[in-house]
């Protein structure tokens, strides 16, 4: 401690024993005010020495008013050193994020500046995320000091706290210049409880310089001296019961917690939406993509008898590839690969099958025989000029499977077309079941992508993001109700009825009165029905019903339709034709790679 400190502790002695007390009063003021910064801590030592002419705040000057309804008029007179520049600016935190749904707000208006001396007095704001810059400029460029008067009116400072109010405010500072000395009054029309400030950045808990109450307590006085750049002064005064009348402003913040909130009237309207697109996708399926309805005797329309017990015959008529695409509305690859094996049972084509152990690969060899072709359909005679047409499009007799691999999809896009313009044609649908599966799934996605956009829109300006979700949810169901939309007409229904019983008896693979049925006979009606089991899936049952056919008669081991290698016989065909198919349904759907 110094011995000028030490002399001021012994003040009450000289008053009484010096005439000079008057000049050691004055001294001990001067050094108490040197001392108490020391003591509330080294900041201000650490700023460094500026120059005379730097650019800075001199003074910062607030006086505050609080008034009804808790709206502060707000004077701050601004003793400014300038450098160059035509005018300053200042930032208020105008904005708090009180939580991740709630903002407190500060409203600054009626602002205006005013300047003894010639300094600037035009103002302009700009406000960002959580504050409010104030740039108060002139008509040229300023040296030297000048005095600006700001005053603008404050709301929502004021809060209540109990039964009391209080009023806090970032009075001064939130410059980007040092601040020499800066200070605030508050100017209450009643008594103030309590005072207290803080200096330092926002939310700081350090005490500023000085803080106290005038006599009457009616007006709180606050100052700090030496301010960094972005520091502030923030002043608290504690009011009695409806001094003012003030609350705290507070805004729901808008983030994505919020535009997706759940209350009850956001679910109201989701659920709302969700049962009327949902049950608009419903109804667009019971009216557009439904079967008609076929019942008991009713069933016959057309060419086909109504269905009673189990088939034994396939629908008059109809072929495996057309089966296929009526009973899952898709003209699929094992479509066309049954197909291929219904044109060589019916006399179109040799399959004949290469000895592996000779050639060290498994392949066979498709040979079109001499038949005309009058008695195929379309899709049928599309196929096999298809598989009968090289890469230069020259004819050819014979084509192995391996060399189908990476040349044929395109052409089985033309014979699957083929197969939806054929059922159209037949009357089993009236439009072609692709085209409607892509016409409502285009439709989906596209109400789809526009739930998306109108969330992502609902999102960013509102808290009805959920309405657009019931978008999205629709269209998705759209899209993938799309799927289910190929209707058959009653027509259709009465075939794939038909088809049903008929798909059971090949399941039970069992020919009726097998015993008393000739071996050839089994072997013919076997190879008739075969390109419908591999339309049903049902091969290896199937031939369960010839594989002892070669051990009962002479020569019943070999197919008109299908030449196996040495040594091979019915018992190994249900292996065979298992392989055939998969390779077959690869070959003709492989595309060339790059």
Known sequence: ??????????????L?????????????ASAGAAERPAAAGERAA????????AERVLKDDVALAPGKGGVIRVKETI??????????????PTRT????????????????????????TRVSTSTGDTDTTVKVTGSGKLTGRHTVVLEYDLRGA???????????????GGWRVPVDEAGATVDATAMIRSVNCFA??????????????????TQGVYSQREMLPGEYLTVVAGLPPGTTGGHAIYERRHTVATAFSVNAVTGGVLLGLLVLLGGGVAALYLLRGRDARVVGKHASVGDQPPVVGAEFEPPNGVRPGQIGTLIDEQADVIDVTATIVDLAVRGYLLIEEEDRARTGRLDWTLRRLDRPVVDLLPYERILLDALMTGRDGAPRDAVKLSELGGTFATKLAQVRAAMYDDVVKQGWFARRPDTVRSRWTVSGIALTVLGIAATVALALTTEWALAGLALIIAGAALAYGGQYMPAKTARGSTVLAHTIGFRAFLERGAI????????????????RFLPYAVVFDVVGKWAETVKDAGERAEGADNLYWYEGPAEWDLSNFAESMRTFTLATSGSISQSRGL
């Open 16 to 28: 009484a024993l010096a005439a000079g007390s008057l000049l050691a009063l004055a001294t001990c």
């Open 79 to 92: 003793v400014y050193q300038f450098a160059g520049h035509s005018g300053f600016r200042r930032t208020f």
């Open 97 to 120: 994020h009180e939580s991740v749904t709630q903002d407190r707000v500060y409203e600054l208006g009626a602002l205006r500046a005013t300047s003894p001396d010639g300094g600037p």
């Open 158 to 172: 004021i809060d209540q706290l109990g039964s009391a109010e209080e009023l806090r405010w970032p009075a001064a």
């Open 512 to 527: 009726p009165d097998a015993e008393h049925t000739a071996s050839q006979q089994r072997i013919a009606l076997f190879s």
């Open 200 to 217: 330092g950045p926002l939310k700081s808990t350090i005490g500023c310089t000085q803080y106290y109450t005038n006599h009457a307590h």
């Open 46 to 53: 650490a700023v460094p020495a500026r120059a005379a002419d």
């Open 1 to 14: 401690m110094s011995a000028l400190a030490a002399l001021c502790r012994l003040r009450p002695v000289m």
